[in-house]
C-alpha cells in the first residue's frame, strides 16, 4: 500500500495532478487491505484514529487555576462571561475555545512621576511629575498607586491597551497607559485646584483621597475591571531652579506655625487660670454680699421688735437696754470701786479679774 501511495507523489513536477483521480486511487488501496489486514478491520481503523485523535484533543480542554488566580473563558472568540476560580476545570480546547488565566489578589503598583531601577535606584520621570497648582505656581509631585484585579472578564477585554514596555506591560491590558494616563489626570485636575501649601504642607491627605475617587471613577468609566486599593504621595517638592526659596518660605511658614501654636498653648494654660480667679472673686462676693444682706436684715428685724417693745414701754425698754449695753462693755475694762469712806483712795472692789491685784 505504502508503495501504491508513494508512486502517486513521485510524479513528474510539470504534470498537473487530478485530485479525484489521487482519492479514488487512495481509496482502491484502501479497499485492498491494510499491509495483511482484512478489508474489515480496515474500514474500523480510520474511525478508531479519528475517535483517539479527538479524546486527545478534547483532553487537552483540561486547565487548572490556582488559588491566587482566576480563569476567563473565550469561546469561537467571544468572552463567555465565566470566570472560573481555584481547581480543576475543562472548557473547549484550541481553535474552539481558550482559556486566559491571571493573578487577582496580587497587590500591583504603579509609579507615577519616578521609576524605581534594578538594586532601589530611584530615577525621576520630570514629564510625569512637573505640575500646576490653583494658584499658579509649579510644583514635582510623585507618587504611588496600590491597586489589583476586580473584574478579570473587564480587565482582560474592555480596554485595548498599547502596554507599556518601560513598566514591563504587556500589550491588551489597562495596567500600562490607560491606568498612568488617568492616574496623571486625576492628579493634576486634584492639584490645579489647590494652593501649593496645600499640597506642599498641610492638605496632603485630602489631595490623596481626591485623587484616588477621581481615579477610581475615571476606571469605572472605562470599564476597566481595576479597584484602587490606596494612592500615596512620596516626594512633593518645587522644582530645582526654584527649591532654596521655596524651602525658605516652607521653614518660615513652620516658624510661623510653632509660634502660633506656642500662643494658642499659653492661652489655653492661662484662660482656666483666669476663669477660676474671676469665678473665685465673683463667688465670695456674692458669699459676702448674701452675708451682709442677712447680717442687715436680721439687724432691721432686731430693731423693729425692739422699737415695739419701746413703745410699749419706753422706762423698761431704757433700763433694759442701758443694762445690756453694761453686759457688753464692762467684762472688757478693768473696773474699781470708789468708797467715799476711805478718803477718796480707790480701793478694788472684789477680785473682778483673776489677773487684777489690789492697789491701795
Do not use: C
Not at 35 to 52: D, E, K, M, N, T
Not at 186 to 204: A, E, H, M, P, Y
Not at 224 to 229: A, F, H, M, R
Not at 312 to 323: M, N
Request: charged letters at 25%.
Amino acid at each position: 500500500m505504502k508503495s501504491k501511495i508513494l508512486s502517486l507523489f513521485q510524479q513528474r513536477p510539470q504534470q498537473e495532478i487530478d485530485l479525484d483521480e489521487l482519492f479514488e486511487k487512495i481509496k482502491s488501496s484502501f479497499s485492498g487491505g491494510f499491509g495483511g489486514f482484512s478489508p474489515q478491520i480496515g474500514r474500523f481503523f480510520i474511525p478508531g484514529i479519528l475517535l483517539a485523535l479527538i479524546l486527545v484533543w478534547a483532553a487537552t480542554g483540561l486547565y487548572r487555576v490556582e488559588p491566587s488566580e482566576q480563569a476567563a473563558e473565550k469561546l469561537l472568540g467571544s468572552f463567555t462571561n465565566n470566570l472560573r476560580g481555584p481547581g480543576l476545570h475543562w472548557f473547549w480546547p484550541a481553535p474552539i475555545g481558550q482559556v486566559q488565566k491571571e493573578v487577582v489578589t496580587e497587590t500591583k503598583r504603579l509609579e507615577v512621576g519616578f521609576r524605581t531601577g534594578p538594586g532601589g535606584a530611584i530615577q525621576d520621570v520630570g514629564e510625569e511629575a512637573l505640575m500646576i497648582t490653583g494658584d499658579l505656581n509649579l510644583v514635582d509631585v510623585q507618587l504611588i498607586v496600590q491597586y489589583r484585579i476586580g473584574d478579570l472578564g473587564a480587565y482582560l477585554y474592555n480596554v485595548d491597551d498599547p502596554g507599556s514596555p518601560d513598566r514591563e506591560i504587556r500589550e491588551g491590558v489597562p495596567d500600562g497607559l490607560t491606568i498612568l494616563d488617568a492616574t496623571e489626570a486625576s492628579l493634576r485636575q486634584v492639584v490645579g485646584q489647590r494652593s501649593v501649601d496645600d499640597i506642599l504642607t498641610t492638605n496632603k491627605e485630602a489631595v490623596q483621597t481626591d485623587t484616588l475617587l477621581m481615579l477610581q471613577e475615571m476606571l469605572n468609566s472605562y470599564e476597566t475591571g481595576i479597584d484602587v486599593l490606596e494612592v500615596r504621595l512620596q516626594n512633593v517638592r518645587p522644582p530645582d531652579e526654584v527649591r532654596e526659596d521655596f524651602d525658605d518660605v516652607v521653614r518660615a511658614r513652620v516658624d510661623k506655625e510653632s509660634v502660633i501654636n506656642a500662643a494658642l498653648a499659653y492661652e489655653q494654660d492661662q484662660l482656666p487660670k483666669a476663669r477660676g480667679d474671676a469665678e473665685k472673686v465673683t463667688n465670695a462676693a456674692q458669699a459676702y454680699k448674701e452675708e451682709r444682706i442677712l447680717k442687715a436684715t436680721g439687724e432691721a428685724n432686731r430693731f423693729s421688735a425692739l422699737l415695739g417693745e419701746y413703745e410699749k414701754s419706753k422706762e423698761v425698754t431704757r433700763q433694759r437696754l442701758y443694762l445690756e449695753a453694761m453686759e457688753e462693755v464692762l467684762p472688757g475694762v478693768k473696773k474699781y470701786v470708789l468708797d467715799p469712806e476711805n478718803e477718796g483712795n480707790l480701793l478694788q472692789f472684789l477680785p473682778l479679774n483673776e489677773s487684777s491685784s489690789t492697789t491701795p
